[in-house]
């Protein structure tokens, strides 16, 4: 057994290899083939062409050259757009001149086509561009012709000041046009063998994971075992620990923001795409399919190590289903139907682009099934939290459905342990969680203002602003790269406590309207600690146990590693009348404690 494992590991490290070589050992070259695919507009196509030609047919070996001349041609892109579409400041002295000789001005947009005589395409764009950012001064008097042409500049310069996000290479435009171009210039093993090199890397990882992980079926008695946890390097935030944190959250920096420095890894994938969808795979394909095998796989090893309980076989099994068929397969289905990627099981807030209006629009769009997929999401909200919170606690979703437990259950029980217990540490989680909570609701607000009103701004606050600050601050760097890469660091479940909005929603219910509790016999709790130490939500159970109390806690996800690590039977998962969890415990003897329980 132990040599089966041990080949296991050094497939798991083969593979992993092959899959950061592929980072490294490519080559680049880009042809107009490439340019002519892209999404590019045909002035974005012109700029581009006309500034990259000196790239076309020369293979690069190295990625850091192709990048900088990449980033080159997109700069000399951006001087030629601006220079083809910005309105020169002589031009603006004409537009103001045509009102200089009025006693009292009044703009009119219409003044602007008289600046160009020749009516062409460029024009026409320029034309459009000045009449967007100057309409605010339609039908406006003004006595003081400095004052006029003043806000006039002011204005045009804004539409100067927006060409690049508008029409030429910047943002997270050129971020997705860079991804898409360092995978179709990509030349290398990925590229020649795709589904060779598939089998080498992810087909490897699998077999090894497999041969690491089945014999423990066979080894010794079924119970827990947490050998060697505060000793192992990885587990106890020793060196390989934080190598593996160091990387986690490097790999998701790159995903969201530099997704061009591992297009290679989306080539790999390219025939299982084109396979279901029939489209070649991008950054998301590939993050899809990475999470979903890093719930299904690890989750074996969390069956092994928990196979003496039916409780966490079974809601194992349950969040295996609902990653892979709700969360990746049944999206790519939705796609190929033409309708909306849709993940059922994804609730708002969790699910902040829920009420976008391009996601309400899209749902609309969609006919007699998008407008059911809309209703869903609703009917989940409303009453669909509450109900089944109230009859399950938020375990029916923290621990059973959602693919952030799920990852943290599976991939992340290695460092359950690590969840700080400090009294300071729960204040910090009330305050950001439910901040979160109320920041979500906030940009919900603004954003359904906007789709019902057509007015973008609200109190002085753009909702298109505040949705990116939520993205990014909430969407990307808590969820993403803290709530993944910081397992190492501070166990499995920090976007949980600390930053999901739908936990701290769950939560609130759990904790005033519901029947779920875990309850405990303080008179036989011996104060070993175990409950405390792998509770994965940083609540210390002990303390509850000790006194006989119910933990009724909005953090606690009801996953019952508590009771399954305690030696004695104390603790226990209960769905009940309401009447009764709030009960207080009386004393027995000198220092006991023990439930009131009828």
Not at 521 to 530: L, R
């Amino acid at each position: 057994m132990k040599t089966i494992k041990k080949t296991g590991i050094i497939l798991v490290l083969v593979s992993l290899t092959l899959l950061m070589s592929l980072l490294i050992t490519g080559h680049y070259q880009l042809n107009r083939r490439i340019i002519d695919s892209t999404d590019m507009t045909e002035d974005q196509k012109v700029a581009f062409d006309l500034s990259s030609s000196y790239m076309i047919g020369k293979t690069y070996p190295s990625k850091i050259n192709f990048l900088e001349e990449l980033n080159q041609s997109f700069d000399k892109a951006n001087d030629l757009i601006t220079g083809t579409f910005s309105v020169s400041q002589k031009k603006i002295d004409r537009l103001a001149a045509i009102f200089r000789n009025q006693q009292e001005i009044k703009y009119f947009t219409d003044s602007v086509a008289g600046l160009y005589a020749k009516q062409n395409r460029l024009t026409h764009a320029k034309i459009e561009g000045i009449t967007e950012y100057t309409g605010w001064m339609q039908n406006r008097t003004y006595t003081d012709f400095e004052n006029f042409k003043q806000q006039l500049t002011e204005s045009v310069e804004k539409y100067n000041s927006s060409l690049l996000q508008s029409q030429g290479f910047a943002g997270h435009k050129i971020k997705s046009l860079k991804f898409r171009i360092f995978k179709a210039s990509y030349l290398g093993w990925a590229e020649s063998f795709p589904l060779t090199m598939l089998l080498l890397t992810f087909g490897l990882l699998s077999l090894g994971t497999l041969m690491y992980v089945l014999p423990k079926f066979r080894q010794g008695e079924p119970g827990i075992k947490n050998d060697n946890l505060y000793k192992n390097s990885l587990t106890a935030r020793g060196w390989s620990g934080i190598l593996t944190g160091i990387l986690l959250i490097t790999f998701y920096v790159l995903l969201y923001w530099f997704a061009y420095w591992i297009a290679e890894w989306a080539v790999l994938l390219d025939p299982l795409s084109q396979w279901i969808t029939g489209r070649p795979a991008d950054q998301w394909f590939f993050y899809g399919f990475v999470y979903t095998w890093s719930i299904l796989f690890p989750g074996l090893n969390f069956l092994t190590k928990y196979r003496h309980s039916r409780l966490h076989q079974v809601r194992t099994y349950s969040v295996m289903f609902f990653q892979l068929v709700f969360a990746f397969t049944l999206p790519m289905i939705l796609y190929v139907l033409n309708l909306p990627e849709v993940d059922l099981k994804n609730i708002w807030p969790l699910n902040y682009n829920f009420f976008f209006e391009w996601k309400i629009d899209e749902y609309l769009e969609a006919g007699t099934l998008g407008l059911f997929l809309f209703v869903w999401g609703i009917a989940l909200i409303i009453p669909g939290v509450p109900l089944f919170t109230y009859f399950l606690g938020k375990r029916w979703y923290c621990s059973w459905v959602c693919g952030c437990g799920g990852l943290a259950e599976t991939a992340g029980d290695p460092f359950r342990h690590l969840s700080d217990k400090r009294l300071i540490a729960w204040r910090i989680e009330r305050i950001l969680v439910h901040s979160v909570l109320v920041f979500a609701m906030v940009m919900t607000g603004w954003v359904l203002y906007t789709f019902f009103t057509g007015k973008n701004t609200l109190l002085g606050v753009d909702s298109f602003k505040m949705r990116q600050v939520y993205g990014f601050l909430i969407g990307a760097m808590f969820a993403g790269v803290a709530g993944v890469g910081f397992y190492p660091f501070f166990g499995s479940r920090v976007w949980c406590r600390f930053g999901c909005p739908l936990a701290a929603y769950l939560g609130m219910v759990q904790r005033f309207k519901s029947r779920f509790r875990i309850t405990a016999n303080g008179g036989q709790c011996m104060s070993c600690g175990n409950c405390s130490t792998y509770c994965e939500m940083g609540i210390d159970v002990r303390a509850y146990a000790q006194k006989g109390q119910n933990i009724i806690r909005s953090s606690c996800v009801g996953c019952g590693v508590c009771a399954s690590v305690c030696p004695r039977g104390v603790l226990r998962l209960e769905n009940k009348k309401e009447k009764g969890r709030f009960n207080k415990p009386v004393l027995l003897g000198n220092d006991g404690y023990i439930n009131n329980r009828k």
